[in-house]
Every structure is written in C-alpha cells, then in structure tokens.
C-alpha cells in the first residue's frame, strides 16, 4: 500500500540510489528496486525472488546480473576510448581483469566472452590463476599479466602459455625474478615478454595505500629497476623489455593520488626509454574506485572522480611526457577489477525476527515501595519538557545507573531493572526526538545505534560481506519493495552466526553515513527483503562456510531478447 505523501523519488534521495547505482539501479512505480541490466531492459527485484521461491531458491541468495559486466566493460573501454581520441593518443587501451576479484568460473567465462569484442585480457597472480587464464582466454590479442610472487614453476608455466601463441606478460616484482625468466626463456625456447613493476613513491589515502611506497610488498627500487635494464642489456634481452607496471592500490578514493602516480610512472617510462629499453605497454594497474556510499566525499568507500576523469587523467600523464621528449605513446593497460565486477552482484536476505527497545504495550506506574530511582524515572517521562531534555538526558542516565548498582547489590529486583530499563528507552525516544541530532551524538555518542531496532537477516555477514566486519567497508543496503511507503523504523542489521560482530552499522544515506537503516515496519504472515547492492567485488570469494551454514545460492541473470534466462 503506498504512501500518499511518500513516492519513489524519495526513496531513491533517502538511499543514495542515484548516486551509488551508477544507472544499474532504479525503483519502479510499484515501489520495487529493479535492475537495469543492459541499459535497456530492467528488472524487478521483488517479482524475481518470487520466481525464484516457486523453485525453491529462497534467501540468502546472491544475483548475478551478466549484462551488467558487458554493459560496465563496456563504459570503461569507451571511457578510454574517448580520452584517446580527444588527446590524439596514437597509442590503444587494453582492459584486463584480475581474476583475484572474483574466481567465480561463470564470471570469469562470461567476462572472457564479453570482452571479446574488446580484446579485454586476464591477470593472474597465483600458479592456479595462470592455468586458469591460460585454459579460458582464447582471444589472440587478449593480454595475460602475470604479477605476484612467482617460482620457476610459475614461471615454467608462463613460458608454455607463450609457447600456445598467447601474449604473456611476466612483470618482475623482485630482484630474482629476472634471472627465472631469463632461464625458463631459454629451457622452452621462446622470446619472453617482460615488464618491470616500479615501486612508486606516491601512495594513494585509501585502505590499501601500502600497495605503493616504500613498505609495498612487491616492486623495483630505481636501483633495482637500472640493475634490471643493466642485466637485459648485457645478455642482449632488452628488446624482452616491454611493459612497466605500478599499482598504488584498490579503491583509490580521490584523483589527485591518481594524477600524482601518473606524473611519477610517465617519468619512469621516459627514463626506460632512453636508457633504450623498448617499452611499449604502461601497465597502471588496478585503482579505479567504487561509489559505495554515494557521496564524493573521497571517503574510503567513496569516489571524487568520474570514470572519464580518470581516463583522462591516465591518458594526458602519458601524452604530456611523450610529447615533451619526442616519444612514442604507450599502449594503456588498466586492471580495473573492483570497477568491472562490483555492481553486478546483488545480496537478498529476509528478515527473520526484530527487537525493539520499547514494548508496545502502555508503561507502568512504580509500585509505592519501589526504588525512589525507578519513581523519578517515571515522574521523568510523564512530565516531560522537550525544553528541558539536556538535563533529563543526564537525569535518566543516573538513575539507571543507580538501579543498576542497587540490583548488583541486592537492593533491587530483576523486576525493577527491567521496568527501569523500559522507562527509560521511552524517554530516550522523546529526548531524540525533541533534541538536535549533533547535540545529542556529543552528549552521549552511539545512542541512536542503541535505540535502533535489532533487524534480524538470514545471513552470515562474515561469509557473505567479510570486508563490512574485516574494513569497515561500506555497502549500500534498502528494501527491495515498499519503497513507496515511507519508513518509519530505524535500524541495524544483525546476522544469524554466533558472533557478536556479525552486524551492519554503517549505512550510505542521503546525509552521509549513518549508524541506523530507515526501514519499515514489519506486516504479519509477508516476508520483508532487503537488498546488499555493489558485492561483486571480493566479497564472495573472500568469504567461508562460517558456522558451517553452507554455500548461498547464486542465481546467474542474463537477457535473452525482451526476456532473462536464469
């Protein structure tokens, strides 16, 4: 039943939709958030979980939309594409996809499929992940990177792949790693296709800022990086040189970082190339952020960048050094993972129970001979004065203290406790609704969180969303129906393992980050749904079978015509 006063448009302002849905989200005039899977046809998230319960396929279940990895590769490429064309870059951009992101063998194919028509490439950075490319890339101009740690085995194995025709970067990240590649070359006989990781000076403010600087894992030093060219030359291998690589890490959450790294790596190039070194590939690596909260803050879940400025920065970095010392254009290599596969996946989980503060039925008087506290408690909540609230804040909070104290000592019962704890919740609700918001979180931080119902959902956060609980991340969270309805509760989510972290506290809306979720009231005998949006990257593959629920069904959505298939 929808809201007269409430419509659509007001749910896509509270959840941030807009901003964090990128065009792959919307809600539909029924109130149902719906899919927008290849930017024609869309979907509706609530009729399709029926669907899928008359088969037996009940939350927790993770969504798969396909179209959308063809429809996001295909901005990227485009994004790309423009940047070359309007700085008259002579040089291609290559997309290439780590398959670390996200293993999924149905992902990984239909990724292999789509980008096709875009000569989209692999990254593996394992031994298992370079026979995976191997097996599933079969497109002669797709490019395979090889980063990581590696072992001659690794190694061996990369010098097969070059051996089936397929263009296999191995990227030196340690010393070592040189002379394994020099030697696997010979043993199989073939020309290796080298590239040089930098170790960048220049760090990005994300959470994965370690990834450049002087305390990143993997990298060449300058000294290392001359030492390499000094060795290639030597042997007569330079002509191998052909790719120079840097990441400063995932999730980059403002340009500047980015703009930064790129003057830093167009300079290393510049120096490769006159130290004669036949770079043709600036591999930038991976970065490229996700919206998760909507806003451009350039907050650690947030983005002050659009795609085309990032492609445009990448592009100009490298036009503007080529040009300053009359060199030819790099081809582009991004790994821009996160970016591909985030907004496919889609999270459903019903709520399961809820627990509220406050009891519905009417508060009760203090017997006479009740605690004088548990008295004042009650004089407190039917006198009061939203004028006065600062000092019934504090009033409360004494006196439930004080009960509290008197039941450790015996001096209270277990009935006056509760009936404490019940008065006081109820004037903790007036107080938050008659004082200013800011005031309040100073006086007493996380009493609103306190105050939020407790939203039950058949899930494990720990195995389906292990970066909320790991990072702090932040994933955009609404109902997938009764978006027409104005929500009148406020909440957290809450997991059904046997762990006390197994909560959701920070939630994407329209004012910023928030401690509680605006949700509905639940119906009597009707299921309630909500929808954990951008979980594509990372979060399935990190997760485990926690508390031993088992595997969550994953539904693969893809457009057939006018028509989706499962």
Known sequence: MSSNHWHQQQAEALYQLNQWGNGFFSINE???????????????????????????????????????????????????????????????????????????????????????????????????????????????????????????????????????????????????????????????????????????????????????????????????????????????????????????????????????????????????????????FMDVGGGLGVNYDGNISGSNSSVDYSLQEYANDVVLALKQVCDESALPYPHIISESGRALVAHHAVMI????????????????????????????????????????????????????EDINKLFALGHATLSDRAHADDLYWRIISRIMTAMDESELSQLQPGLSSKMADRYFCNFSVFQSLPDSWAINQVFPVMPIHRLDEEPDRQAILVDITCDSDGKIEDFPLQNGISPTLPLHTERPGESYLLGIFLTGAYQEILGDLHNLFGDTHAVHIRMDGDHYEL
Not at 149 to 167: C, H, N, S, W
Not at 367 to 379: G, M, T
């Open 30 to 280: 029924q109130g149902h958030a719906e899919a927008i899977t290849d930017g024609l046809h869309r979907i509706d998230l609530k009729k399709l979980c029926e669907e899928l319960a008359e088969q037996q396929l009940k939350p927790p279940l993770l969504l798969r939309f396909s179209d959308m990895l063809k429809r996001r590769m295909d901005q990227i490429s485009k994004r790309f594409n423009i940047a070359i064309n309007e700085a008259e870059y002579t040089g291609r951009y290559y997309g290439v996809y780590p398959i670390k992101v996200n293993q999924q063998r149905q992902v990984v194919e239909e990724i292999v499929e789509f980008g096709a028509d875009y000569h989209w490439g692999l990254e593996a950075g394992s031994k298992p992940e370079l026979h995976a490319t191997l097996a599933m890339l079969e497109d002669v101009e797709g490019l395979i990177i090889c980063n990581g740690y590696k072992d001659q085995e690794f190694v061996d194995l990369a010098m097969i792949g070059l051996k089936m025709g397929k263009r296999v970067f191995v990227v030196v990240e340690k010393p070592n790693e040189l002379e394994l590649i020099l030697d696997a070359a010979a043993r199989f006989d073939v020309e290796p296709l080298i590239g040089l990781r930098c170790r960048m000076v220049t760090t990005s403010n994300g959470l994965w800022h370690d990834s450049g600087g002087d305390h990143s894992k993997f990298g060449l030093s300058p000294t290392e990086l001359l030492e390499a060219v000094s060795r290639l030359r030597q042997l007569d291998k330079l002509d191998s040189l052909k790719l120079l690589h840097f990441h400063i890490g995932s999730q980059v959450p403002q340009i500047r970082y980015i703009k930064e790294a790129m003057q830093e790596a167009a300079r290393y190039f510049v120096e490769m190339r006159q130290l004669g070194a036949p770079i043709e």
């Open 349 to 400: 989980v019903d709520v399961i129970g809820i627990t509220r503060r406050i009891h519905e039925t009417a508060p009760q008087e203090p017997q006479a001979d009740s605690p004088v506290q548990l008295r004042q408690l009650w004089e407190t909540l039917i006198s009061f004065d939203e004028q006065q609230a600062r000092e019934a804040l504090h009033d409360v909070t004494a006196y439930r």
